[in-house]
């Protein structure tokens, strides 16, 4: 279980997670049983784009989230960075206890 996470963690890359990304978004392509040439068209998105993304993760921003409206799957971006992960439990009950305020000393 521990050489599983520290795996994935060493497989994370930039390209990999891309490409983890367009492979998702074939899969969903698939299951509604649209070829390349109807999402991009339903996307907006040029053929030679989508091709491209589904092959090397590579797309604009903006192509991916027209992407995402086109399969209807645009709440994963609403919570995109939204939450905060944490590391152990001893880190989640730190950031939960209240604040205490810190208050400077008088120069008399």
């Known amino acids: 279980m521990i050489n599983d996470n ?5 497989d994370k890359t ?5 490409l983890g990304i367009a492979q998702r978004v074939k899969q969903r392509r698939l299951e509604k ?3 390349q040439k109807m999402l991009a068209a339903k996307a907006g998105v040029s053929l030679p784009s989508y091709r491209r993304f ?6 604009s921003l903006r ?19 939204n939450s905060r992960t944490y590391q152990s439990l001893d880190e989640l009950m730190r950031t939960e206890q209240p604040k205490q305020r810190k208050r400077g000393y ?3």
């Open 54 to 59: 589904e092959s090397s993760g590579e797309i």
């Open 14 to 18: 930039p390209d990999s997670l891309m």
């Open 6 to 10: 520290i795996l994935s963690i060493i």
């Open 106 to 108: 008088k120069n008399e």
């Open 63 to 81: 192509s991916l989230v027209m992407l995402a409206f086109a399969l209807d799957m645009t709440d994963e971006f609403e919570t995109l960075f």
């Open 33 to 35: 049983g649209w070829t």
